[in-house]
């Protein structure tokens, strides 16, 4: 990224922030103009890309997700909570030997990797002069964008598909959001957001598709972070996908890395979608070059990459795109899958995370059959358990009940016996 018009500086001679460097670009016909709110291209219409024309100049240790500022499309901070700098841990006890790794992407403030995207676009919409914000959303991007919203003094409206998890509707609320149930699937949802978008060109569309561009490019820190802590070798990244930005921006993360000489070549992008909500992944197995949108209910476990396309079906080609340009893979996982692969990160690693964020270990099981993954491997786990605790409702419900006065050697030996099973013990009597 040598273009920059900019000498490039020195550490404390470089602007704090990125938004003075940023263009926006259309990925569809090249059209570039200035940053503003407007989500689109208004030569096709078509989503747009935020690219930050400066030499990549990375810190060798983030500490937040600031540290990476002079690469972001953001204006001055005007939203943080500690985002972003998230560890990366080895799975130790299910590959051990092995070279896979989890980027705890659910220790973001409020739960999950949209924090990344919500702080960036946040401050971007500050800095581009917003009144409001809103968005729609599975769930956690409602929690991410009402949080950054309320630190920065904006208001804000959410629209969720109604039988959001509680967990992630009550963020919101938490967060003084207004929260609006829509009927029908996320895409309905998306749809009136757009429509309250359109009705004051001042609210900036926080949705976490590609309607957004400053979000997008802020998930490239995953990228920066991921190639700090392996000391600079990226194999393989697993990312559970949805219309797909966050995979998007880890590439666009990538890329930036290869053309600065950082990486030898690109990591090999794997998306994993839910079986039956999967129009990615089936225009993927049909090497088609266009996405069309998904017909059935979405109704499975992954709440958080239930997303048909439908009335958007092009942020998908988008997505398919850049994955088949870098020679990736989009794969779709059944239910049973994801519940298998939840329980034994749980269980195995002590990381509990909501159904969506097990899907790239599940994915990882399945393609280590049939394809050679390089590693190191690093699976994105996106939010947490507690998001969704009613998706595990065995967990709940296996509770044991004892008096204090119980055996305790039976305890004892139930325990060891729960641990080798997997599964909860009988009542103790
Ligand atoms: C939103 C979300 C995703 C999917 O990300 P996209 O960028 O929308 O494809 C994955 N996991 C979790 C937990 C999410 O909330
Ligand atoms: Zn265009």
């Not at 989500?39 to 400066?54: I, M, T």
């Not at 600065?260 to 979608?273: D, S, T």
């Not at 899907?359 to 996106?382: F, N």
């Amino acid at each position: 990224m040598a273009r920059s018009g900019e000498s490039s500086g020195s550490a404390t001679s470089r602007p704090p922030h990125g938004l003075a460097a940023t263009r926006l670009v259309c990925p569809w016909c090249g059209a570039t103009r200035p940053p503003d709110l407007d989500p689109w291209c208004r030569q096709c219409r078509g989503s747009l890309s935020a690219e930050v024309d400066r030499p990549l100049d990375l810190p060798a240790v983030a500490r937040s997700l600031w540290d990476y500022a002079p690469l972001l499309p953001a204006g001055p901070v005007s939203a943080s909570l500690g985002e972003g700098a998230t560890p990366i841990l080895p799975l130790q006890n299910l590959y051990p030997g092995d070279e896979v790794y989890a980027k705890a992407e659910w220790m973001n403030p409020t739960g999950s990797f949209k924090d990344r995207g919500a702080a960036v676009a946040v401050s971007a919409a500050i800095a581009l002069g917003a009144a409001g914000v809103v968005c729609a959303s599975t769930g956690n991007n409602g929690a991410a964008v009402s949080a950054y919203a309320a630190r920065a003094g904006l208001p804000c409206i959410v629209t969720l598909p109604v039988g959001t998890p509680p967990g992630k509707i009550v963020q919101a609320r938490a967060h003084g959001a207004m929260v609006v149930e829509v009927p029908g699937t996320f895409s309905d949802a998306y749809q009136l957001a757009e429509r309250i978008q359109q009705a004051d060109s001042r609210w900036a569309n926080l949705t976490s598709t590609y309607a957004n561009p400053y979000m997008t490019a802020a998930h490239a820190t995953i990228t920066y972070e991921a190639w700090a802590a392996l000391g600079g070798r990226v194999g393989t990244v697993i990312v559970p996908i949805g219309a797909g930005p966050m995979l998007v921006g880890i590439l666009q993360g990538a890329e930036r890395l290869l053309r600065a000489g950082k990486i030898n070549c690109l990591p090999v992008p794997v998306g994993v979608q839910a079986a039956g909500c999967a129009p990615i992944a089936r225009a993927f197995a049909r090497r088609e070059s266009e996405v069309t949108a998904w017909e059935g209910n979405c109704a499975g476990i992954a709440g958080s990459i239930n997303d048909p396309l439908r009335g958007y079906p092009a942020d998908g080609t988008r997505t398919l795109r850049a994955v088949q340009q870098a020679r990736g893979i989009v794969h779709a996982v059944s239910d049973a899958e994801i519940v298998q692969a939840m329980r034994d990160l749980g269980r195995l690693e002590g990381v509990a995370c909501e159904p969506t964020a097990a899907a790239p270990l599940a994915a990882l099981r399945a393609l280590d059959r049939t394809a050679s993954l390089p590693r190191p491997v690093i699976l994105i786990v996106s939010g947490h358990a507690l998001k969704d605790p009613m998706s595990q409702p065995e967990r709940l419900a296996s509770t044991l009940t004892a008096d204090p006065s119980a055996d305790p050697r039976a305890l004892i030996a139930a325990a060891k016996a729960h641990r080798q099973e997997g599964r909860p013990p009988r009542i103790l009597s």
